[in-house]
């Protein structure tokens, strides 16, 4: 009973917030959703990061141990998927993506906080860096035919995790008004993200809910059972092992439907991915919660 009550309390936050922006766009309010976008990606996220890794006591050996495990994560995703995609027969440009690259930052990093802590979060900005740089160069190659490599050099968040990095290596800290100062932009992070995801899901419309619903289920089951192991073959801490596996498992990310709209590729049949996958993640998540604590 303690177990499912902590469990509860990790999960309801996150989807009660999500649950906050579908109702908010069904009451037909307005919700700018570039804005609220850019602005988390450019300046909350990357002030959460930088602040998260500044501050974290992980040692700097377990932090390389785990981003080694993201990147191997992310390789063995791509590789897996492009098998199954090729032999299954399905659209490359419209379905590998999906399949590889989960909501790791909207509903991953939240669930990683609510769950570990302030331990975990350290461990979670590493894995949606490594997220954010294969989606920005692999992903956009799968989908427009073409890489996007300068792209990542100007991504806030990549430098906001290398300067973190660098912080946390070197001991050095900024000056308390400026840590204040980026600790208030990061506080705004988690609920702006976890809205704007409820406002997406409420946005997207699709026909393609059959096919969604086993591509979604075979996506979980598939990165469920691979992260869990590497978390093994890298001989991860509890947290450590808990964020890997959760990060692994978070549902399509809404960023893989703007890409398929932005490019040409199926976007109804990525939508229906994203909508299906992320109510799919209010049922699993608690599950591997459970599993994992």
């Not at 699993?284 to 599993?291: G, K, N, Q, V």
Request: with cysteine.
């Amino acid at each position: 009973m303690n177990l499912l009550l902590t469990v509860f309390e990790i999960v309801a936050p996150v989807f009660l917030l999500a649950g906050i922006g579908y109702a908010w766009v069904r009451f037909g309010f307005e919700y700018r959703l570039e804005f609220v976008t850019r602005l988390a990606v450019t300046l909350a996220v990357p002030s959460l990061i930088f602040v998260a890794l500044m501050q974290t006591e992980i040692p700097a050996g377990e932090l390389t141990r785990f981003t080694l495990a993201a990147i191997v994560g992310h390789l063995v995703l791509a590789v897996a998927f492009g098998l199954f995609v090729r032999f299954s027969g399905l659209d490359r440009r419209t379905y590998l993506a999906p399949l590889i690259f989960g909501n790791t930052g909207n509903l991953g990093l939240p669930l990683c906080i609510f769950a570990f802590g302030q331990a975990g979060l350290g461990f979670a900005v590493i894995f949606l860096a490594v997220t954010a740089l294969f989606s920005f160069t692999y992903g956009i190659y799968l989908v427009a035919g073409k890489g996007a490599f300068g792209k990542v050099a100007r991504e806030p968040m990549v430098w906001a995790t290398l300067l973190g990095a660098l912080f946390l290596w070197r001991g050095w800290e900024t000056p308390l008004f400026l840590t204040n100062t980026l600790d208030l932009l990061g506080q705004m992070a988690i609920p702006m993200m976890l809205i704007t995801v409820g406002v997406a899901i409420a946005r997207l419309t699709t026909r393609n809910l059959g096919q969604a619903i086993w591509l979604s289920a075979l996506k979980l089951a598939v990165c469920f059972a691979l992260g869990w192991g590497i978390a093994l073959a890298f001989a991860l801490d509890s947290v450590a092992f808990g964020v890997l596996v959760l990060q692994m498992c978070a549902p399509v990310a809404v960023t893989s439907y703007l890409l398929a709209e932005r490019f040409e590729a199926d976007a109804d049949a990525v939508a229906g991915m994203v909508m299906v996958s992320t109510v799919m993640s209010v049922g699993a998540m608690p599950i591997i919660l459970a599993i994992v604590l």
